[in-house]
Every structure is written in C-alpha cells, then in structure tokens.
C-alpha cells in the first residue's frame, strides 16, 4: 500500500493499495481524538472524487492511532458564536455534503471503526455501507450535554438504527459498546478481541472481488429504492436487473463460472 500524496494533507492520510482497487483514507488528528477539520472533510470529497473517476472499488475510512472520530472540532466551532446565522450554516455544511458524496459515490465506503466513534463521526461511520468495528469501540452521540443536537449525523444514524434504540441514543449522549451497536443496526461486523485487522481485511478484499459494473448499479439502485414504495421499488428493480444482466460484466461472470475460473472484471 502505497501513500498517495496529492491526496493526503496534514489532517488526512490517504493511501492505495497495489492494484488501484482500494483506497484508504485515515484521519490523522490523534491529539483531537481525530476530530474533524475543514482538511478532513475536504480531503475526504477530494479522495472521493478521485475514487469515483479511478479503478477504486472500495474507500476505507479510518482513524489514526486507536481512535476513529470523536465528531465536529467543538474548539474551532467555538469561534463561530456571534458571527451570524451564516457563519454556523457554512460550519456545519461540510458533513452534510460529504455524506451526500458518500451516497453518489461509484464505490462502496468502509468505516474501519476504532475506539472513540462519537457525535459526526458516529454519522460518519454509519454513512458508509459497511461498519467493521474492533470488539473495544465506544459509539455515542455526546454532543447533547452540551446542548447540541446531532441533526445532521441523525439522517445516516437513523436510517441504520432500530427507530428506538436510535432516538435513545439521540437524546440521552449514552456510550455503548460495539456489541450494542451491532444488535442496534449500527455495525456490520464486530471484529474478535486482536482480530481487528483481520476481520477489516478479510471484507474489504471480498468487497473489492466484486464487479465494478455490479458494485456501481447496484449501490444506486440500493439508495433509489429506499425511498419508494413497495410496488414502486419493484417495478424500479425489474429494470435495474435487466441492466445488470445485459452488461458485458454479467456475460463474464457467468463464462468464468461455467469454466471453473477467476472472472476477468473491465473497470468502470
């Protein structure tokens, strides 16, 4: 895995792995407990973009040293009190548009979650397809006791979450372990005690097997399809496969299987 400098920054260290497939994205802000900056969202759209045009099939989202995000910089959001109802639109923008690049993104995003998984970040992880999270993650949303609401992180925390479990979470500032977080929707594995790296690995390498014909419509229909109604989603489906089964991708997929080898997938 190879540093790729013109998308890392002093806040943001991307990095990508030999055959171009996976991308991984670490905030690098250990002493703010990975809190996010105007260098990390930023880094963090230019990374996607880059993903987006390239061969990349999976983008990994991960913190520095043992922690993953505690949420927004409450220190420099700070300076913005007095300053005008614009000041704070344009403060809390930058999460709300990321994740809408998550969403548009031809790829599919891993949130890599260790220790700290808080307030933004905990909408951060839970904006990305797959959470991986070591068995000693905490995840909560304390921004509450000091009287501020997690709106934004609420659309991706809410569209993972058993409804209840989630407002609970919303409004008490409650931690829970990764375990709960699991059972609550939040995760996607829990990662055995030192087995972190491992279990990480082990699903973005199957992920990344994947066509990125398949991993690119089929991310799309997923989102589109969430927002209709039943009858409305399966007459969308009908199409969506019949696309799919159309494309050259499929044709491969099924002549590597019927001939007992390792299908040869075209990028995007």
């Known amino acids: 895995m190879d540093r790729h400098e013109d998308l890392s920054n002093p806040d943001l260290d991307v990095a990508e792995s030999e055959d171009g497939l996976v991308l991984w994205a ?15 969202i930023g880094g963090l759209q230019e990374a996607l973009s880059y993903a987006d045009e390239g061969e990349t099939r999976v983008f990994v989202i991960r913190g520095a040293e043992g922690t993953f995000c505690s949420g927004g910089d409450l220190s420099s959001m700070s300076e913005t009190f007095g300053a005008g109802s614009e000041a704070y639109r344009e403060n809390f923008s930058g999460l709300a548009d990321l994740v809408e690049s998550m969403v548009d993104a031809a790829v599919l995003t891993v949130a890599a979650v260790e220790g700290y998984c808080l307030a933004g970040g905990l909408g951060l992880a839970t904006a990305c397809e797959f959470v991986v999270a070591d068995a000693e993650a905490v995840f909560g949303t304390p921004e509450v006791d000091v009287g501020l609401f997690p709106a934004q992180a609420m659309a991706p925390i809410m569209r993972a979450a058993d409804e209840k479990a989630g407002l609970r979470l919303l409004f008490t500032g409650e931690f829970i372990d990764a375990a709960e977080a699991e059972s609550m929707g939040l995760v996607t594995d829990v990662a055995p005690e030192g087995e972190f790296e491992e279990t990480l690995s082990a699903l973005v390498d199957e992920l990344a097997d994947n066509s990125p014909v398949l991993i690119e419509i089929g991310k799309e229909a997923y989102y589109t399809q969430r927002d209709l109604g039943f009858e ?37």
């Open 232 to 268: 409305s989603a399966l007459d969308y489906l009908s199409e969506v496969i019949t696309i799919i089964a159309m494309s050259e991708a499929t044709e491969e997929g099924i002549d590597a299987y019927l001939n007992d080898r390792e299908p040869e997938w075209k990028q995007r």
């Open 26 to 40: 670490t905030l690098d802000r250990p002493e703010e407990r990975n809190a996010l900056s105007p260098d990390i």
